[in-house]
């Protein structure tokens, strides 16, 4: 069964920096079609809707949110069926549950989560 886990999460500082990994396995995530999925980023915070962080298709473009251009970075690792996002002088507002996204057409995938907490 395809699935979407999402790691890296946690507490840290204003100004600090995290790494978030998502790893899909199982099912279509097979090292073929890995590549050919467009990957996300997207974060959820408290009484708050969903929203885009970042996006990296299939051929490496990328797009980012106004509120993170030049503090995150999305990219991808096919090998290891992995997309990443390093996140950089991080903000409290930036505080959220991030959630990994694989998206091809009619076939969308979503991870759990992982939770980002920036406060000092």
């Known amino acids: 069964q395809a699935q979407l886990v999402e790691s890296g999460g946690g507490l840290v500082q204003p100004g600090g920096s995290l790494r978030l990994s998502c790893v899909a396995s199982g099912g279509t995530f097979a090292i073929y079609a890995f590549r050919i999925f467009t990957m996300g980023w997207y974060r959820q915070a408290p009484g708050q809707e969903r929203e885009l962080v970042a996006v990296?298709?299939?051929?490496?473009?990328?797009t980012y949110a106004d509120f993170v251009k030049g503090r995150f970075t999305i990219s991808r690792d096919n090998a290891r069926n992995t997309v990443f996002l390093q996140m950089n002088s991080l903000k409290p507002e930036d505080t959220a549950v991030y959630y990994c996204?694989?998206?091809?057409?009619?076939?969308?995938?979503w991870g759990q989560g992982t939770q980002v907490t920036v406060s000092s």
């Open positions: 990296i298709t299939s051929s490496g473009g990328t």
């Open positions: 996204n694989a998206d091809r057409g009619p076939a969308v995938y």
